[in-house]
Nanobody
């Protein structure tokens, strides 16, 4: 059974920091690209950052320089370090695991963790 379990969300003041974790089980973790997405009320889910199985990273422009995605394959966990948080970062943050097999794409999602940034 595949599980992606996010943790680390919460309420923080503007300018503060949070570190999200996503612990994966039931997959061969080092073969999956991992990503963090977020969805604010009334908005579509958007990519925040992702990291390939090889460690290459990508960020949405609005978080560049503030957020850092990383992975620990030994712990089968992906992290999102969020610094200089802004009220507009408020959203439910979701972890995603993706593996391309050429003929198919395997995708798993976590249940989400709420991040609220107060002004």
């Amino acid at each position: 059974q595949v599980q992606l379990v996010e943790s680390g969300g919460g309420l923080v003041q503007s300018g503060g920091s949070l570190r999200l974790s996503c612990a994966a089980s039931g997959i061969i973790f080092n073969t999956y690209a991992m990503g963090w997405y977020r969805q604010a009320p009334g908005k579509q889910r958007e990519l925040v950052a992702d990291i390939t199985s090889g460690g290459s990273t990508n960020y949405v422009d609005s978080v560049k320089g503030r957020f850092t995605i990383s992975r620990d394959n030994a712990k089968t966990t992906v992290y999102l370090q969020m610094n200089s948080l802004k009220p507009e970062d408020t959203a439910v943050y979701y972890c995603k695991a993706v593996r391309e097999l050429g003929y198919a794409r395997i995708t798993y999602w976590g249940q989400g963790t709420q991040v609220t940034v107060s002004s």
